[in-house]
């Protein structure tokens, strides 16, 4: 993909342009792109959730990131 990185005055990268013919082979790979609307299906809440309360009631259980990315770092 061909993309081009639109940069202000400062260097900070604030927006992408992508060539109309590879923006409309996204479109047809993926058609729901254009949607502005991200539904999060209720089973993924529910999980969400669950783990939260899992996490307040045992914080200690919890990794630190850095932790995480070693021990799955070592599976890899």
Do not use: C
Not at 41 to 52: A, T
Not at 53 to 75: H, T
């Amino acid at each position: 993909m061909n993309l081009q990185y639109i940069s202000d005055s400062k260097g900070q990268t604030t927006g992408v342009f992508i060539p109309i013919n590879e923006w409309n082979d996204l479109k047809n790979k993926y058609k729901n792109i254009e949607q502005e609307e991200i539904s999060v299906p209720e089973w993924h809440k529910d999980l969400v959730l669950k783990r939260l309360e899992d996490y307040k009631q045992n914080p200690s259980s919890a990794l630190d990131f850095d932790s995480a990315m070693d021990d799955i770092e070592k599976e890899l």
